[in-house]
């Protein structure tokens, strides 16, 4: 929810969900279909805060990968975390409704 400190970042499986700033009463900034990834911003910056919320239009699959878990992973499979971190580094420095729907691969 937006304001809130981001702990995880996730992963839109299935569904549609529509990414709303309060700011703006509640206006559709964007609109996720899957494939779609956000809160990356979690896995770099301990206080980030979530800059928008997001409403299940439809029924759907989010998958969550939280710090601790990253970590984990990371150490298990060194191959995983640059390119996760760059991903989240690319979506930190652009605006929150632009960069929800990137692609993620692993070497």
Do not use: W
């Amino acid at each position: 929810l937006q304001g809130q400190v981001q702990m995880s970042m996730c992963l839109l499986a299935r569904g549609e969900a529509h990414c709303l700033r309060a700011e703006s009463g509640a206006t559709v900034l964007e609109v996720l279909e899957v494939p779609a990834h956000f809160g990356e911003g979690a896995l770099l910056n301990k206080r980030r805060r979530h800059l928008s919320s997001l409403k299940a239009v439809t029924e759907c699959n989010v998958y969550s990968l939280d710090r601790t878990a990253f970590e984990r992973i990371s150490a298990a499979y060194p191959r995983f975390r640059a390119p996760l971190l760059h991903m989240a580094e690319i979506a930190s420095s652009k605006p929150p409704s632009s960069h929800n729907t990137q692609h993620m691969e692993v070497a």
